[in-house]
Nanobody, 126 residues
Framework: QVQLVESGGGLVQAGGSLRLSCAAS????????MGWFRQAPGKEREIVGA????????YYADSVKGRFTISRDNAKNTVYLQMNSLKPEDTAIYYC???????????????????WGQGTQVTVSS
């Protein structure tokens, strides 16, 4: 089992940047595929991106491709989401999620992930 805690959210102007972090506790962090999701008010939770257990492969939603970057440091049990060129439509609660590694890739559905953090608010002003 793994516990996840996000940090780094906040208020930023359009065009600005933020870096979210997700610290994992528990064993064998490098056995988990990690994902970032977001949920805006009145909308369903959606995938932002995901990264394989070793970091060799990444997936991004079309809406963030070229602006957001996922990375991980398995020695620190942490996954990151670097968000650049932020837009007001990026405003949401951002969640970190974990899924035990298997041969499925990419994994992009909420139901694919077993473990979730509590979320961190990102607000982008125009």
């Amino acid at each position: 089992q793994v516990q996840l805690v996000e940090s780094g959210g906040g208020l930023v102007q359009a065009g600005g940047s933020l870096r979210l972090s997700c610290a994992a506790s528990g064993r064998a962090f490098n056995n988990y595929v990690m994902g970032w999701f977001r949920q805006a008010p009145g909308k369903e939770r959606e995938i932002v991106g995901a990264i394989t257990w070793g970091g060799a492969r990444t997936y991004y939603a079309d809406s963030v491709k070229g602006r957001f970057t996922i990375s991980r440091d398995n020695a620190k049990n942490t996954v990151y989401l670097q968000m650049n060129s932020l837009k007001p439509e990026d405003t949401a609660i951002y969640y970190c999620a974990a899924r035990q590694r298997d041969n499925t890739w990419p994994t992009t559905s909420v139901g694919d992930f077993s473990y979730w953090g509590q979320g961190t608010q990102v607000t982008v002003s125009s």
